[in-house]
């Protein structure tokens, strides 16, 4: 089999170039718009004291060495999230990033360790603000681009459209039969016993050392996401506490917090919440984040001391993480992020 030649021979370069203009010019509609309603753009620095405390994510470590050879872990974010909220605690109102941010064990067609995210906050405005923001980029990037439709192996979504709001909970009703708020508590604990019956009651397959967040993913990747932003974008909202580990409870029901995520052609997007502000709940949320890190891989990252005490002043806000190369792919049709990112980090 013949090995594929290299995102930088002539030929493969020159197919790629029509895609890698037309992000340029998104990325340059995006920021007019952000312009165009006040917002501010910073920049978060890449090294971190803690890249993220959620149990998936893996980061990339790196070291810190001091003028008198003093050594300290840093890390390469995985998101601004902490760099902007600090930011908000400080005075800011409206802000957004458009920048570089990295993960460690992912590469594939949706994947990348190296990749853009788009993230932006509202002070004092609620989490469907967000909600509205998501729909007019969407028809703002389709128009740029010139497409009616984004499509995604085989999967096709008309981005002009309003996206559909669906509930996690009416989501696993639809799509797998499940009442998943039977087994969450008033208070937003998980009854995990209830849910791996749910799941043999359905037909999905279970393993006996399965913890409630195991069998919820499962559900998640097998029976929801392929099903949702088909015709039109899905917003996915009101997930459980225990899967919203930055958003704060929702006022309607304590067992769901104010969290959502945009989808379309089946295709992740952005995932935005109603802030939490709440420092000690935060902390105590992120140790059960890194405990259960430390269960499924044998390790844990640190806290960031800083953010928790900036969290205590931050006000009210609302904020996103949207994947930009995922937005330019849909808008141009490609079936794979390095096509659309202009120099893709070596590796398989």
């Known amino acids: 089999m013949t090995a594929a030649s290299p995102w930088w021979t002539p030929h493969v370069h020159a197919d790629r170039r029509p895609r890698l203009l037309l992000r340029n010019g998104l990325t340059a509609a995006l920021r007019e718009w952000f312009a165009a309603?006040?917002?501010?753009?910073?920049?978060?620095?890449?090294?971190?004291?803690?890249?993220?405390?959620?149990?998936?994510?893996?980061a990339f470590v790196t070291e810190a060495i001091g003028p008198d050879g003093a050594r300290a872990p840093l890390y390469l974010h995985t998101s601004p999230e902490f760099a902007c909220k600090k930011l908000l605690a400080a005075g800011e109102n409206r802000i957004f990033s458009l920048g570089a941010v990295y993960r460690n064990r992912e590469r594939g067609p949706l994947h990348h360790p190296e990749f853009t995210m788009l993230e932006w906050y509202r002070v004092g405005e609620t989490y469907e603000s967000l909600m509205r923001d998501c729909a007019d980029l969407l028809a703002l990037v389709a128009t740029r681009a010139g497409a009616t439709r984004f499509s995604f192996r085989g999967r096709e979504c008309d981005p002009l459209s309003r996206p559909e709001r669906l509930t996690v909970a009416d989501a696993f009703l639809r799509h797998a039969g499940i009442d998943l708020l039977a087994t969450v508590a008033a208070d937003g604990g998980t009854?995990?016993?209830?849910?791996?019956?749910?799941?043999?009651?359905?037909?999905?397959?279970?393993?006996?050392?399965?913890?409630?967040?195991?069998?919820?993913?499962?559900?998640?990747?097998?029976?929801?996401?392929?099903?949702?932003?088909?015709?039109?974008?899905?917003?996915?909202?009101?997930?459980?506490?225990?899967?919203?580990?930055?958003?704060?409870?929702?006022?309607?029901?304590?067992?769901?917090?104010?969290?959502?995520?945009?989808?379309?052609?089946?295709?992740?997007?952005?995932?935005?919440?109603?802030?939490?502000?709440?420092?000690?709940?935060?902390?105590?949320?992120?140790?059960?984040?890194?405990?259960?890190?430390?269960?499924?891989?044998?390790?844990?990252?640190?806290?960031?001391?800083?953010f928790l005490t900036a969290l205590a002043i931050m006000p009210q806000a609302s904020g996103i993480a949207l994947g930009f190369d995922r937005l330019v792919m849909l808008a141009t049709g490609a079936q794979k992020i390095e096509d659309v990112i202009w120099t893709p980090v070596a590796g398989s």
């Open 191 to 306: 009854d995990r016993d209830a849910l791996y019956a749910a799941l043999g009651r359905a037909g999905l397959r279970t393993a006996p050392d399965d913890s409630w967040a195991d069998l919820f993913s499962r559900v998640m990747v097998e029976k929801i996401e392929p099903n949702l932003g088909l015709g039109r974008a899905t917003i996915l909202c009101e997930y459980p506490v225990a899967e919203a580990a930055l958003a704060r409870p929702s006022p309607r029901d304590q067992r769901v917090a104010e969290r959502f995520e945009l989808y379309c052609c089946g295709v992740e997007l952005a995932n935005g919440f109603g802030e939490l502000t709440d420092a000690e709940e935060q902390r105590r949320r992120f140790i059960l984040e890194m405990d259960e890190k430390e269960r499924i891989y044998g390790e844990r990252y640190p806290l960031d001391e800083d």
């Open 37 to 58: 309603q006040d917002f501010i753009e910073v920049e978060a620095a890449a090294l971190q004291v803690s890249p993220g405390n959620e149990a998936h994510l893996a």
